[in-house]
Each structure stands twice: as structure tokens, then as C-alpha cells.
């Protein structure tokens, strides 16, 4: 950035401002001491969101009383019955607080849209309500 337009006499070091010209309603720059310059009116722009990649879920395009499924099941790998219903509980949890984050983003975009989201056979199913 440029350092605001100075004149310096041989007796003093410190730079001296111009004056603001008496015909100028208001100064459109005002020089500070820490070298910025303080600018009135400049137009603020517009906010450019790149958006990332497009979501997984068909959030946009639901109609009210419309749902999806996301199916979650436990490891193959996993023999014992408690074991495995825990598993499959963990699994439930965690598709459900992805969801709901997922949601919670989209909600940000279009407020007007509710979900709401349930655990149930087979996964974590997402229902429009509004």
C-alpha cells in the first residue's frame, strides 16, 4: 500500500500532511500516523461463496412428507449379537449427527425447509415436515 503523499522541510523529520482543500465537502482520504489511509464511502463488495461440492443428501428437491433413508448395518466382522447391536447403535449415532449437521448447513441457505430425523429399522430416515 502507498504511503500518503508527504513534504518534509530540512528542520523536521516527521512528514507533514497536506491541508484539505477548503473547496472539498468532506475529504475522501484521511491520512493517520500509522501510515493507513482512512477512506470514506467505498463500497463494500459482495460476499463470493465458492459453495464446495454439491451434497450427498436430496435435501433441495423434497417435497413436505417426503423422506430418505440413509441404511447403516454393523460390521460383518462382528459374531456376537450384543456386540453387534451395539455396533449397529454407534453406527445409528453417528449417521445421525451427520445428518443433522448436514441439515443444519442446508437450513442456512433455505430456512423456510424443516427436517426432522429418526432412527429406524434398517438406518437414519430424514422426513420434510414444512
Known amino acids: 500500500m502507498a504511503k500518503p503523499t508527504t513534504t518534509a522541510s530540512k528542520s523536521s523529520t516527521a512528514p507533514k500532511i497536506p491541508a484539505a482543500t477548503?473547496?472539498?465537502?468532506a475529504p475522501?482520504?484521511?491520512?493517520?500516523?500509522?501510515g493507513f489511509v482512512l477512506e470514506d464511502s467505498v463500497p463494500l463488495p459482495a460476499v463470493v461463496r465458492t459453495g464446495g461440492k454439491a451434497s450427498n443428501y436430496p435435501l433441495a428437491s423434497m417435497n413436505?412428507?417426503?423422506?430418505?433413508?440413509v441404511a447403516t448395518s454393523a460390521p460383518a466382522?462382528?459374531?456376537?449379537?450384543a456386540e453387534r447391536a451395539k455396533a449397529l447403535g454407534e453406527e445409528n449415532r453417528r449417521v445421525s449427527n451427520r445428518l443433522s449437521g448436514v441439515v443444519r448447513r442446508f437450513k442456512k441457505t433455505d430456512a423456510s425447509k424443516s427436517f426432522a430425523i429418526r432412527t429406524v429399522d434398517g438406518g437414519v430416515r430424514v422426513w420434510r415436515t414444512a
Do not use: E, K, M, R
Open 22 to 25: 477548503p473547496a472539498a465537502s
Open 28 to 34: 475522501a482520504a484521511a491520512p493517520v500516523a500509522s
Open 64 to 69: 413436505v412428507n417426503q423422506s430418505f433413508l
Open 77 to 81: 466382522s462382528i459374531s456376537d449379537p
